[in-house]
């Protein structure tokens, strides 16, 4: 009987320890490592959302990964590492908590080497020269002179990956190369540096905007469940923007002054002027396939559109809707949630609708996002803050889309299926208001 007992309890210490190793192999990094790439893969089955960071000395990376069923994978550019090097990739909830983490060695490739017709007479430079730095849609394209110089260090960053190359000068001292930026965001800045090689010297530093390709308009559709209805969108802010000293509103003797600040996300770096426009472009493709009819405050980058100004661009189009699209920002890192702010002591907002109409249409559009994004955290205020929805003769809403301080919030914002979902939410939220509003059966 004490044998039985003792074989008893053996199996069942045994049982944590294969459960625990049963897991571990479950939540395995699987990793490739190939010629100046290394792809990897991954289960994370409660994550739908996960970050991944790699690492060599030369070459490094973040990155979004969106998956239905938790089974993730990704490729690690590694573009100027030759030899055989330390890597380490890890994964990450949005969060910030470890999931899991992979180290190994790069493998060597074969790499550049010196032209031996350099006249070695000439004086070393100490900045390059005729620099020709070129966004193209997948990189950087550069060229420059540096004479004397036989090798130099290249490196082009952005806030979302670093790439070094110890690069050959070619005849008379000239350098050329192209730069794939595969996990930079549209719009983001990219720094190149060149350095001398044994004292990292700068020699010469500029810094250009990521390519951004503006979304191709959707066509119209003749039919659908928005038709007849116009929406204006605005998208929040530009590249550059100017302060303004504007009335308040139309019945309001005060004066607004608005501010050249914007939100940027706190991991991605990315600015809310780019972000808006993203959204507001999907948004905007996606009433047209509705059949609704869509006026664009703006629709690039490089542009200024005065406070006034994108209230009268709606204004003169006759629009039912305007939704002013802004991401938000606050000291403590924990806030997140949607927030839609309506006006309400305007006389133009008092012409548009009651007080109690303009809330349940501000909670109406409110909970089309929450139910699309999945997020339940946020709230509807009606106040006189915004010089936009004043001068809105028709229903304006200011939505808040997340807040890009959260680190959560802003990594999930950076990806194409959650800003479909945030642009997808604000067009069930129209339907509901036209039919609310009477404009659709």
């Known amino acids: 009987m004490k044998r039985l007992v003792c074989l008893l309890l053996g199996l069942l210490l045994c049982l944590p320890l294969c459960a625990g190793a049963e897991t571990a192999k479950k939540t395995a990094m699987d990793v490739e490592v190939r010629e100046h790439e290394a792809l990897f893969s991954f289960e994370a089955a409660e994550q739908e959302f996960v970050y991944v960071k790699f690492s060599s000395k030369y070459d490094s990376g973040e990155m979004v990964l969106v998956s239905q069923d938790g089974v993730f994978s990704g490729v690690c550019p590694l573009p100027c590492t030759f030899d055989e090097l330390t890597l380490t990739i890890t994964a990450y909830t949005l969060g910030g908590k470890t999931l899991m983490r992979w180290d190994g060695k790069t493998v060597p490739a074969e790499g550049g080497s010196p032209c031996d017709t350099l006249d070695k007479t000439v004086r070393a430079a100490a900045t390059a020269r005729d620099v020709v730095m070129t966004v193209e849609p997948t990189g950087i394209r550069y060229s420059f002179y540096v004479p004397g110089r036989a090798k130099v260090l290249v490196c082009i960053k952005s806030p979302q990956e670093s790439h070094t190359l110890l690069a050959y000068a070619g005849e008379g001292y000239t350098y050329e190369g192209f730069q794939e930026m595969p996990l930079t965001y549209a719009d983001d ?126 204004n003169d189009a006759g629009a039912d809707f305007v939704l002013r699209l802004h991401c938000n920002s606050r000291d403590d890192a924990h806030v997140q949630g949607i927030v839609i702010y309506c006006p309400y002591q305007s006389s133009y907002a008092m012409e548009a609708a009651p007080e109690d109409e303009y809330r349940e249409m501000g909670f109406t559009l409110l909970h089309a996002m929450q139910a699309a994004t999945g997020q339940t955290k946020g709230t509807c205020t009606l106040n006189n803050t915004y010089v936009t929805n004043n001068w809105s003769k028709m229903p304006s809403f200011l939505v808040e889309m997340g807040y890009l301080s959260n680190r959560e919030e802003d990594l999930k914002i950076a990806t194409d299926v959650y800003k479909n979902r945030l642009a997808q939410g604000m067009v069930e939220g129209i339907v509901e208001l036209s039919r609310m509003r009477g404009l659709i059966e």
């Not at 060149?194 to 905007?209: D, G, I």
């Not at 005060?254 to 507001?280: C, D, N, W």
């Open 189 to 314: 800045n990219v720094t190149m540096t060149v350095l001398t090689v044994e004292s990292s010297y700068e020699l010469y530093r500029e810094t250009v905007h990521a390519y951004f390709a503006p979304l191709e308009a959707a066509a119209q559709a003749e039919t659908g469940r928005l038709s007849g209805v116009t929406v204006c969108i605005d998208p929040g802010h530009q590249r550059k923007t100017q302060v303004e000293t504007v009335p308040l509103g139309p019945n309001f003797t005060k004066q607004s002054t608005t501010t050249v600040g914007m939100a940027q996300g706190v991991v991605t770096g990315r600015r809310e002027a780019i972000v808006t426009l993203e959204i507001g472009l999907m948004l905007r493709n996606m009433l047209l396939e509705e059949g609704a009819n869509v006026v664009m405050t703006r629709e690039v980058q490089d542009t200024f559109v005065g406070s006034l100004e994108r209230a009268e661009i709606a």
